[in-house]
Structure formats: structure tokens, C-alpha cells
T-cell receptor, first 113, second 112 residues
Framework: DAEITQSPRHKITETGRQVTLACHQTWNHNNMFWYRQDLGHGLRLIHY???????NKGEVSDGYSVSRSNTEDLPLTLESAASSQTSVYFC????????????FGPGTRLTVL | AQSVSQHNHHVILSEAASLELGCNYSYGGTVNLFWYVQYPGQHLQLLLK??????LVKGIKGFEAEFIKSKFSFNLRKPSVQWSDTAEYFCAANNAGNMLTFGGGTRLMVKP
């Protein structure tokens, strides 16, 4: 069955370190998204991609970057982790249009000490 | 800016009680609306969605939602909740060409 996976599921790191969170989908979806989930804020969009080599900034993109070298993967990099980036991160994908249903991964809980 | 509001942050119900979770959006024009659910320790799953047509939408697990355009609302309902409905519920919306915007979520606890 097609799915979307994230790794690691839990990560503890120190302030200032570079961290990369992986997202892999086997749906063959064009669109991929990264969100962070914080209490009281729901999910906020960090970056998104419409296809290979396409990336776009979302609502809360500062301190994060993504790259899309193939259809299946959209890794999220925290260039220099900050305590404010402690959060749960969700990756999602959708088939074609922006109105399509998004399918979510299991999430990565990141703690920055 | 486009926004989605969920006014109930925490809801506690007993089993068999009826549920209604509020959702309001600020978009004008054509809008697509979603309810997602996140069970403890799990990822978000789609409960139901509205794109067009019948404003009363049926979803999985006995949930339904009604789109009321005049009130900019898309409230989620279930006639009789179960303990297994304990979860966090997110309303989301977008219109053509725009990103999905999520509400802040409502945590539902159902007491057995």
C-alpha cells in the first residue's frame, strides 16, 4: 500500500546544530508539505513543493529549508536549531491540485535543548 | 488574511452524548473545507471534506458536517460519541490556488 513515512520519529538535539527530518511518500504525489504543530496554533505551513526542483516558503519558513530532488522525498533542514523550533513536525502530500486532500505522515517530535 | 477559527479548545463529554464542534472561516468566494482527526499518538486522518454540492457532508465513523455559507461555518457533528472518539479535531480550509489553513484544533475527551 502507498504510504508516507517520516524519520526519525523522535529527535533530541542541541541549540545551534543542523538537523534534517526526512519525509518519503510512495503515493507518487506531486505536492508535498511540511507543517509544525504547536499547542493552540494548530498546524502551520513551513515549506511546500509542487514538484521536483520546486520549493516555496510557507507561513513560518524562517530557519528552515527544503529541497526536492525527486518525487518521493522532501527533507526538511533546520540550519541552526533553536529552542523555539521544539515542536511536532508533520509531512503531507497531495496528488495534484491545491484543493486535493492531503495525506499526512506520522510526525516527528523534535526537542531542541 | 485567511483564517480558520475553532472556538472550543477543549471539550469533555460522556459516552452517548451528542457532539458539535464549531469551525468558522474567513474566506470569500469558493471554499473547500475539511475536518481532520488526530487520535492519540497517531497522524492526522481525513474525517470528511466539502468541495461543492450537498452542504451536509457524511464522513467516516458516523461524523457529519454542515456547510452554512451565510455563517461561514462548517461545524462537525456526531449524534452519539464513543470513548474511541477521544482525539484532537482540526478544521481546515482553502480556496482555489491557496494553501490549506488549519484551525487551532479542539481536544475532545470522552469519558467512559
Amino acid at each position: 500500500d502507498a504510504e508516507i513515512t517520516q524519520s526519525p520519529r523522535h529527535k533530541i538535539t542541541e541549540t545551534g546544530r543542523q538537523v534534517t527530518l526526512a519525509c518519503h511518500q510512495t503515493w507518487n504525489h506531486n505536492n508535498m508539505f511540511w507543517y509544525r504543530q504547536d499547542l493552540g496554533h494548530g498546524l502551520r505551513l513551513i515549506h511546500y513543493s509542487y514538484g521536483v526542483h520546486d520549493t516555496n516558503k510557507g507561513e513560518v519558513s524562517d530557519g528552515y529549508s527544503v529541497s526536492r530532488s525527486n518525487t518521493e522525498d522532501l527533507p526538511l533542514t533546520l540550519e541552526s536549531a533553536a529552542s523555539s523550533q521544539t515542536s511536532v513536525y508533520f509531512c503531507a502530500s497531495s496528488p495534484q491540485g491545491l484543493s486535493d486532500t492531503q495525506y499526512f505522515g506520522p510526525g516527528t517530535r523534535l526537542t531542541v535543548l | 488574511a485567511q483564517s480558520v477559527s475553532q472556538h472550543n479548545h477543549h471539550v469533555i463529554l460522556s459516552e452517548a452524548a451528542s457532539l458539535e464542534l464549531g469551525c468558522n472561516y474567513s474566506y470569500g468566494g469558493t471554499v473547500n473545507l475539511f475536518w481532520y482527526v488526530q487520535y492519540p499518538g497517531q497522524h492526522l486522518q481525513l474525517l470528511l471534506k466539502y468541495f461543492s454540492g450537498d452542504p451536509l457532508v457524511k464522513g467516516i465513523k458516523g461524523f457529519e458536517a454542515e456547510f452554512i455559507k451565510s455563517k461561514f461555518s462548517f461545524n462537525l457533528r456526531k449524534p452519539s460519541v464513543q470513548w474511541s472518539d477521544t482525539a484532537e479535531y482540526f478544521c481546515a480550509a482553502n480556496n482555489a490556488g491557496n494553501m490549506l489553513t488549519f484551525g487551532g484544533g479542539t481536544r475532545l475527551m470522552v469519558k467512559p
